[in-house]
């Protein structure tokens, strides 16, 4: 039998993590299931791989493809089980994830409930800084006001951190800036960046998507990382 024969399905549901494993040289597939360990996705995959090596001894090594399906992240999300996020925005800025659209779910309910944003307002902090929407750089941002929302954040024990600046997607200088004095400072703390997320036009949507990002990179990380062990 040649390399890279073999291909492996894995989805992880509430009750089951069900598996297919595809022989690409004779078409043969297998499937298995095995009960989910919610406490610990990756435990039942591990158990779900060994219990198919008792079939396929040997089929691990020969695996070109891992294809992988959870529900971890929007879990997190929905059950607010993700990771303590702060976020870092421009002066003027740190109410984008309340304001948010237009478009709202009733807009004549003034008391309709909307859902909490994944970062309290306590754990948003500004830095006196500008880039215009041409990119020019208006005001440059200072290395100790960094330094200094890093110091009330940590301070907050957070676990994980946002950072998304005016009209970044047009000119990512300051940005920059923050990631390197960020991790320099607290080089084991979790950072998203809104260049590197979601570098495109439209605040609040650059903004959301950095702050979800920021709330589920410490878990999804630790999961990757049971899964490559």
Request: some cysteine.
């Amino acid at each position: 039998m040649k390399k890279n024969a073999f291909r492996l399905g894995c989805d992880i549901g509430g009750t089951f993590t069900d598996f297919v494993l595809v022989n690409d040289q004779t078409g043969e597939f297998q499937t298995h299931k095995c009960l989910t360990t919610p406490s610990d996705p990756s435990t039942a995959v591990a158990e779900g791989v060994r219990q198919l090596e008792i079939y396929t001894p040997g089929f691990m090594a020969l695996t070109d493809e891992f294809i992988h399906g959870t529900t971890l992240v929007i879990n997190a999300i929905i059950e607010r089980k993700g990771a303590r996020t702060g976020l870092v925005t421009t002066q003027g800025f740190k109410d984008v994830l309340e304001l948010g659209r237009e478009l709202r779910y009733d807009a004549y309910d003034i008391f309709a409930d909307y859902p909490e944003p994944l970062v309290p307002r306590f754990l948003r902090k500004e830095v006196a800084e500008r880039v215009a929407s041409d990119g020019r750089v208006l005001l440059p941002i200072q290395i100790e006001d960094i330094a200094a929302v890093l110091r009330e954040l940590q301070d907050m024990q957070i676990e994980s951190l946002a950072v998304c600046l005016l009209n970044s997607y047009e000119n990512s200088i300051h940005e920059k800036i923050v990631k390197e004095e960020i991790e320099r400072l607290a080089p084991d703390l979790s950072l998203s960046t809104s260049f590197e997320v979601l570098p495109q036009i439209r605040e609040y949507e650059r903004t959301c998507t950095t702050v979800t990002n920021a709330y589920v990179k410490p878990i999804t990380s630790k999961y990757l990382e049971k899964l490559s062990s």
